[in-house]
């Protein structure tokens, strides 16, 4: 399964999953239920909040893919088979983008693949800190070689699993994801790039492949493709949990896990 290096997983829910998933093959993945939990810079907790996350037990390929493009959560965190763990990501050597080949392809493929099966029990805790970053906007990003290259090679891999998946015509499979995915990605018809994404695509044509990753980190840092600041951005969240529900997690996690 995929899961960071500083998150918690509940080994309960873990074997539950791994025989779920060996008895039930039409299914591609098997999870519970994850909480972020939000750590000052002395590691300690400063609150929860619940991700979304749900079963998608659609028949079809297509419609559970559909169903994620019309209600995205993060798939990722969820107990696979190895062969269709591997097929997941991106075979991409140069102009990959790390956003869409982490994330997006995976978790879009996890539903092409099978069903989704999620338990009504804590799974993983990821935590939130000052010391993580998150991905650049998609707006400020869409236009670079790298993002391009990468969508170009999520929609073929997708449209490729679903149509082997639904027995249905590849060409039309992926002429209605690229325009679902491009939509939800907000990337159809855009506008000219803006003065950073120019910046960044000149630079790229006039140095070689060895450096391209400090260009691409001087741009984020100070040309406004931003780095997030994940305690502040998350302590202006509305999704907490009321401390009522705060103190019987907590209990809840000591006295079970």
Same mark, same amino acid.
């Given at each position: 399964?995929? +899961? =960071?290096?500083?998150? &918690?997983?509940?080994?309960?829910? &873990?074997?539950?999953?791994?025989? %779920?998933?060996?008895?039930?093959?039409?299914?591609?993945? /098997?999870?519970?239920?994850?909480?972020? =939990?939000?750590?000052?810079?002395? *590691?300690?907790?400063?609150?929860? %909040?619940?991700?979304?996350?749900?079963?998608?037990?659609?028949?079809?390929?297509?419609?559970?893919?559909?169903?994620?493009?019309?209600?995205?959560? /993060?798939?990722?965190?969820? /107990?696979?088979?190895?062969?269709?763990?591997?097929?997941?990501?991106?075979?991409?050597?140069?102009?990959?983008?790390?956003?869409?080949?982490?994330?997006? +392809?995976? =978790?879009?493929?996890? =539903?092409? *693949?099978?069903?989704? #099966?999620?338990?009504?029990?804590?799974? /993983? +805790?990821?935590?939130?800190?000052?010391?993580?970053? +998150?991905?650049?906007?998609?707006? &400020?990003?869409?236009?670079?070689?790298?993002?391009?290259?990468?969508?170009?090679?999520?929609?073929?891999? &997708?449209?490729?699993?679903?149509?082997?998946?639904?027995?249905?015509?590849?060409?039309?499979?992926?002429?209605?994801?690229?325009?679902?995915?491009?939509?939800?990605?907000?990337?159809?018809? *855009?506008?000219?790039?803006?003065?950073?994404?120019?910046?960044?695509?000149?630079?790229?044509?006039?140095?070689?492949?060895?450096?391209?990753?400090?260009?691409?980190?001087?741009?984020?840092?100070?040309?406004?493709?931003?780095?997030? #600041?994940?305690?502040?951005?998350?302590?202006?969240?509305?999704?907490?949990?009321?401390?009522?529900?705060?103190?019987?997690?907590?209990?809840?996690?000591?006295?079970?896990?």
């Amino acid at each position: 399964m995929y +899961i =960071c290096d500083d998150d &918690l997983i509940v080994y309960k829910t &873990l074997n539950k999953s791994i025989k %779920f998933l060996s008895k039930n093959l039409d299914y591609s993945a /098997v999870g519970g239920l994850n909480l972020s =939990c939000i750590l000052n810079d002395n *590691q300690e907790i400063l609150n929860f %909040f619940k991700n979304p996350i749900e079963s998608i037990e659609h028949n079809s390929s297509y419609d559970r893919v559909k169903n994620l493009i019309n209600n995205y959560f /993060v798939t990722n965190y969820t /107990v696979a088979r190895t062969a269709d763990f591997k097929e997941r990501f991106s075979k991409q050597k140069d102009y990959y983008d790390k956003s869409l080949g982490t994330e997006e +392809i995976p =978790c879009y493929l996890i =539903c092409a *693949q099978g069903k989704i #099966k999620i338990f009504e029990d804590l799974f /993983v +805790i990821r935590q939130i800190h000052n010391r993580r970053i +998150i991905n650049p906007e998609i707006k &400020l990003i869409s236009k670079n070689l790298d993002w391009k290259n990468t969508f170009d090679e999520f929609i073929e891999i &997708l449209s490729k699993k679903v149509s082997e998946k639904d027995k249905l015509d590849y060409l039309e499979i992926s002429k209605n994801l690229r325009f679902l995915l491009s939509n939800s990605f907000n990337i159809l018809d *855009q506008k000219k790039s803006d003065n950073n994404n120019f910046i960044y695509l000149f630079l790229l044509k006039l140095f070689d492949k060895n450096i391209k990753s400090k260009i691409k980190f001087i741009l984020y840092k100070y040309l406004g493709i931003k780095r997030y #600041k994940y305690t502040e951005e998350f302590l202006n969240s509305d999704s907490f949990m009321n401390n009522k529900e705060f103190n019987f997690l907590m209990k809840h996690i000591k006295t079970k896990y």
